[in-house]
Structure formats: C-alpha cells, structure tokens
C-alpha cells in the first residue's frame, strides 16, 4: 500500500466489489467453472485449481487500488480485510462471497456419532 494512503472499510468494500465483479466476468467465469469441475469435492484440488485464479484476480484488482503487485500486495490486503471484517459487517460479508468460490461450505454434524 502506498505511503499515507488510508485504507478502510469504504475502500475494503470497494476493492471487494471490484474482485467479486472480476471474478464473474465471462472470461474468468469459465476459467474457473473448469478448474471447480477438475477439483470436485476434493479441498486438495480446490487448493491447487482453483484458489491460484482467485488470488490472480484478486492481485488484479488490488494493484489498481495501490496495494503492491505481487505475494506482498496480496498479503497487505489480506491482513488489512482481517482486520476490517471484524469491525464492518458488510466487508466481513463481501469477503465470505470471495472465499465462497474457493472454499466449500462446511456443513457442521451437530448429531452425536454412534
């Protein structure tokens, strides 16, 4: 991020937005429509097919927002959404769309095993 720019929860949610809008765009749909039906059920696969396009698309987005390109503009983002979601609900919301497409609802058993 750049020097003495502010980022908040107005900026999160614009940057999330605008990674939620790239990510349905038809190009990048269809790529990872593919890389979801090569990954199935399996997590593994899910972390190896489809999570690299998201985090593309995301490194995409951001760097037009002044986060740095690359590993280290991903991970100053990354902290700075941990640290918004917790205080904004609409980012924390935004983000949870975002990871929805590489992390699978997890339904919770609350049955007790026999």
Request: hydrophobic residues 45%.
């Amino acid at each position: 991020m750049s020097q003495g720019a502010e980022f908040n929860a107005d900026k999160a949610r614009a940057v999330l937005s605008s990674v939620l809008e790239a990510i349905s765009l038809p190009e990048n749909a269809t790529k990872l429509g593919e890389a979801k039906d090569n990954a199935g059920n399996d997590m593994l696969k899910m972390m190896q097919f489809v999570f690299p396009i998201i985090m593309q698309i995301e490194m995409d987005v951001i760097k037009n927002y002044g986060f740095v390109e690359g590993r280290e503009g991903i991970v100053h983002f990354a902290q700075a959404i941990r640290t918004l979601e917790r205080e904004d609900p609409e980012v924390a919301h935004l983000h949870a769309q975002v990871r929805a497409h590489f992390l699978p609802p997890v339904s919770i058993n609350t049955e007790p095993s026999s």
